[in-house]
Nanobody, 125 residues
Framework: EVRLVESGGGLVQAGGSLRLSCAAS????????IGWFRQAPGKEREGVSC????????SYVDSVKGRFTISSDNAKNTVYLQMNSLKPEDTAVYYC??????????????????WGQGTQVTVSS
């Protein structure tokens, strides 16, 4: 059974930090691209960051560049999202997702096959 389990969300003041974890099981972690998405109330789910299976390729949405860092530990089948200098507009449910295929083929929400249940991140002003 494929499972993605996010953890690490919570309530933090603006300027603070959180580290999200995405623990994967039930599939060969090395063969997948892992992405982080977020969805705020009333808004569409948006891509935040993604990382290739090797960890050698990664990307960020412009709004988080310089503040968020994605990393992976393939030995633990876990991907992390370190979030620094958090802003109230970062408030959302954060999801991790896994998609098979090459990093160059990766796309938006529709491309990913497996999703976690999400973890709430709330940033107070």
């Amino acid at each position: 059974e494929v499972r993605l389990v996010e953890s690490g969300g919570g309530l933090v003041q603006a300027g603070g930090s959180l580290r999200l974890s995405c623990a994967a099981s039930g599939f060969t972690f090395d063969d997948y691209v892992i992405g982080w998405f977020r969805q705020a109330p009333g808004k569409e789910r948006e891509g935040v960051s993604c990382i290739s299976s090797s960890g050698g390729s990664l990307s960020y949405v412009d709004s988080v560049k310089g503040r968020f860092t994605i990393s992976s530990d393939n030995a633990k089948n876990t991907v992390y999202l370190q979030m620094n200098s958090l802003k109230p507009e970062d408030t959302a449910v954060y999801y991790c997702a896994a998609g098979s295929g090459s990093y160059s083929e990766s796309g938006g929400v529709e491309w990913y096959e497996y999703w976690g249940q999400g973890t709430q991140v709330t940033v107070s002003s």
